[in-house]
């Protein structure tokens, strides 16, 4: 299994989709017999998990965004992430 | 006036019986005994009705599904039509019809992902089972889903006739690409209820296939997701079966009935009513057959003062129908059900005499 750090430049899976769920007004992850519903800071950051961004980047542009302490946000995000990728929604 | 009437909820997911017709026979088929002809079969511009029709109430996923869903001509048409209303699509398929063709068009309707059944690890058992040589052609066409880049699911359907291989059945997973397997147990219904004592397991092989599914689980953890469903009638409390009757959960029959699960079709006296009569929406929301069993407004004792009623909702209302006799009755799968004992010994007791006879599931014309 993958351990997640902040030089991992994750994504989501190809069979996961993330989609505004506008009949309920939230974010869902989408994937086969599962719909995750994350919290508007989980889906802001699934948005940000493009294969490209490395999580330091996602981090640093979250500390400036909400000035908050970036060792606390580094700590959630990539338990956050990691938590995605054990159940096999990242790639 | 009911006031406890549960809040109706949108499903979240929906599953279309594209057909009933398929090549595979298997012994525990989830479709009702009595199969839908192929002449009450939704037209593809029905079928596309429905699928709008499900996108704008809210419906986030559709799963594709039979029978043998690529019997049907139209199906790679009513994928991309999905696809473009914005749903999660998912072909649940036994794979045999899968060429290279179809797989390169489906993925490029937009097709999300895709779910081959096995019915064992290696042809001779699988096809004994299935009732059909397809294995070599189920393995042939899950390579084509990985070069199409979708994601695959096997689904593992377990009894006692396989479950002695479910260690190579994982590792075969594996090998066809798979991200995700299903070890799901026969739930016994219908077809498989028919074929309950060639099939249900003893006590000491379920406890063994669920240390395989344990042991599995943390090898593989991140690179093999494992879904696990036990037999009913080795449980101690029932499932919430389908997340509650006509809660989260629509299916749709061939012929468009609108059903909270495969099996309520075998619950006499209940009529359930069609696309073809009216929408979605309002069937949904006032079909008598669907508000029957909704949220714990109906239940009777032991159900009705126990403190895990929201927690099950009281189980299957199907089960209980088989069992009991009655749909408004306790899931024998319970503890507290007074049939419970009963069906636990029933079971170990079929299990034990080992008959292997199999009573196929045939469509007309099917020999």
Not at chain 2, 160 to 184: C, F, H, T, Y
Not at chain 2, 315 to 344: E, M, N, V, Y
Request: aromatic share 6%; net charge negative; with cysteine.
């Amino acid at each position: 299994m993958t351990s997640l750090s902040e030089t991992s430049c994750p994504a989501l899976a190809p069979h996961v989709v993330l989609k505004r769920d506008e009949a309920r007004s939230r974010w869902v992850i989408l994937a086969p017999e599962r719909v995750l519903v994350p919290d508007e800071t989980a889906a802001e950051v699934v948005r940000m998990t493009d294969g490209k961004a490395t999580i330091a980047e996602i981090v640093d542009r979250l500390a400036e965004k909400y000035a908050a302490p970036r060792d606390e946000i580094a700590g959630d995000v990539i338990e956050m992430l990691q938590d995605l990728a054990d159940q096999g929604y990242l790639k | 006036m009911n006031h406890v009437q549960a809040a109706i909820e949108i499903p979240l997911a929906a599953m279309g019986e594209m057909t009933h017709r398929c090549p595979l026979q298997c012994p525990y088929c989830s479709n009702p005994v009595e199969l839908a002809k192929a002449s009450d079969e939704l037209a593809t511009f029905e079928w596309k009705r429905v699928l709008d029709e499900l996108a704008s109430l809210g419906v986030l996923q559709f799963h594709f599904s039979g029978g043998e869903p690529l019997v049907r001509k139209d199906i790679v048409d009513l994928v991309a039509h999905a696809a473009k209303a914005g749903l999660y699509t998912n072909l649940i398929t036994s794979a045999v019809l899968l060429d290279d063709a179809k797989m390169t068009a489906l993925a490029e309707a937009g097709l999300n992902h895709v779910q081959i059944s096995i019915q064992g690890a290696e042809a001779e058992t699988a096809d004994r089972i299935a009732g059909f040589p397809g294995h070599e052609k189920k393995l042939a066409a899950a390579r084509l889903v990985r070069a199409a880049g979708i994601p695959l699911t096997v689904n593992a359907v377990m009894h006692r006739q396989n479950l002695g291989q479910l260690s190579d059945i994982v590792a075969l997973s594996l090998d066809m690409g798979a991200a995700r397997l299903e070890v799901a147990h026969v739930q016994y219904y219908g077809w498989a209820l028919k074929n309950r004592a060639a099939l249900i397991p003893t006590p000491e092989q379920l406890d063994e296939a669920t240390g395989i599914v344990d042991e599995a689980r943390i090898r593989l953890k991140g690179r093999l997701v494992i879904d696990y469903v036990i037999p009913d009638y080795y449980a101690e409390t029932p499932k919430k079966c389908m997340g509650g009757w006509a809660q989260s959960f629509l299916i749709l029959s061939p012929s468009g009935k609108v059903l909270p699960c495969h099996a309520a079709e075998s619950l006499t006296g209940l009529s359930f009513d069609s696309v073809r009569d009216g929408s979605i929406e309002e069937i949904w929301r006032d079909s008598p057959a669907l508000n029957l069993y909704r949220g714990t407004g109906w239940m009777a004792e032991p159900c009705r003062s126990c403190e895990f009623r929201e927690i099950d909702l009281g189980g299957c209302r199907c089960q209980a129908f088989a069992l009991a006799g009655d749909a408004s009755a306790t899931d024998p799968a319970c503890g507290r059900s007074p049939l419970h004992r009963g069906i636990f010994s029933l079971a170990v007791a079929e299990a034990s005499e080992d008959r292997r006879t199999l009573v196929y599931r045939r469509y007309a014309g099917q020999s």
